[in-house]
């Protein structure tokens, strides 16, 4: 019983709190936390962008020596 709470717990800790009812619950859970798919992609683009620009970076200083 206390894992069906921990995942419940977790599961609202992804999700809005949002006022409207929808007919399938699915569409609920999609509607709610599309903003945070959303934010996590151009947060993780930004993060590899920066890694690849360093290694980009680091192998041109390797190269030419300096």
Same mark, same amino acid.
């Given at each position: 019983?206390?894992?069906? *709470? $921990?995942?419940? =717990? @977790?599961?609202?800790?992804?999700?809005? &709190?949002?006022?409207? *009812? $929808?007919?399938? =619950? @699915?569409?609920?859970?999609?509607?709610? &936390?599309?903003?945070?798919?959303?934010?996590?992609?151009?947060?993780?683009?930004?993060?590899?962008?920066?890694?690849?620009?360093?290694?980009?970076?680091?192998?041109?200083?390797?190269?030419?020596?300096?």
């Amino acid at each position: 019983m206390a894992k069906k *709470s $921990f995942i419940s =717990k @977790l599961f609202r800790d992804f999700t809005a &709190s949002d006022d409207r *009812s $929808f007919k399938i =619950k @699915l569409g609920y859970t999609i509607a709610s &936390s599309l903003t945070g798919i959303i934010v996590g992609v151009i947060i993780s683009s930004v993060i590899w962008y920066q890694a690849l620009d360093y290694a980009v970076q680091l192998a041109k200083d390797i190269c030419l020596g300096n």
